[in-house]
């Protein structure tokens, strides 16, 4: 067990839906970051948000969004949804930033939300 | 932009078997990099990772790893293999150590499959 939560853990919706994913960090854990694998496109880094703060980006489409709330759990909203967006999602945490010593930089990974659109 | 290259895709060994998977990155700087592997039906997992000092770095379930900077590489290893060992392997990187993020870029993943 990573400490790191994900809900739901596996989800179908149809063509046109949004659907949000729910992340909460390990305790402690300042930075949240989103992944996505598919198997044409393997493990995709969505973004990161720190404390709160959109802290890097990555290939997000427009569709989707993500925040993190005062209490660093986070979501991942994904609108529009189209048949290629069947995947899994991922979520990650860590302490990076938080200015505590032996900060690794690993990333501990939740268990994944499955997508499917149908 | 940083990028990770697993050479091997699909790898399928007997037990008892010497494994080596190849992971090369791209980045002049400063990296950490990490080896996580993935059962099947279930999260990703560390396995091993470097930061720096010793370059030979020894992870869980009897992985190592060798960082050897002139080649960018770091070759994930295991002397004898297990069915158990059956799962996806990533090779993954972190180039912005110290920075604003510590996203990790991964490389395409490698699917180990140990037959009895």
């Known amino acids: 067990d990573s400490g790191v939560t994900q809900t739901p853990k596996h989800l179908i919706t149809a063509t046109g839906q949004r659907v949000t994913l729910r992340c909460s960090p390990r305790?402690?854990?300042?930075?949240v970051y989103w992944y996505q694998q598919s198997l044409d496109q393997g493990l995709q880094f969505l973004i990161q948000?720190?404390?709160?703060?959109?802290?890097a980006k990555g290939n997000i489409l427009e569709r989707f969004s993500a925040q993190q709330f005062p209490d660093l759990h986070s979501e991942l909203n994904l609108s529009s949804l189209e048949l290629g967006d069947s995947a899994l999602y991922f979520c990650?945490?860590?302490?990076?930033?938080?200015?505590?010593?032996?900060?690794?930089?690993?990333?501990?990974f939740g268990e994944g939300s499955r997508l499917t659109v149908l | 932009a940083q990028s990770v290259s697993q050479h091997n895709h699909h790898v399928i060994l007997s037990e008892a078997a010497s494994l080596e998977l190849g992971c090369n990155y791209s980045?002049?700087?400063?990296?950490?990099l990490f080896w996580y592997v993935q059962y099947p039906g279930q999260h990703l997992q560390l396995l091993l990772k470097?930061?720096?000092?010793?370059?030979l770095v020894k992870g869980i379930k009897g992985f190592e790893a060798e960082f050897i900077k002139s080649k960018f590489s770091f070759n994930l290893r295991k002397p004898s293999v297990q069915w158990s060992d059956t799962a996806e392997y990533f090779c993954?990187?972190?180039?912005?150590?110290?920075?604003?993020?510590?996203?990790?870029?991964f490389g395409t993943g490698t699917l180990l499959a140990v037959q009895p």
């Open positions: 990650a945490s860590s302490l990076r930033g938080s200015g505590r010593k032996g900060d690794t930089g690993e990333l501990f």
């Open positions: 305790s402690g854990d300042l930075s």
């Open positions: 948000y720190y404390n709160g703060e959109e802290r």
């Open positions: 980045y002049g700087g400063t990296v950490n």
């Open positions: 470097y930061f720096s000092g010793d370059p």
């Open positions: 993954a990187v972190n180039a912005g150590y110290g920075g604003a993020t510590n996203k990790l870029i």
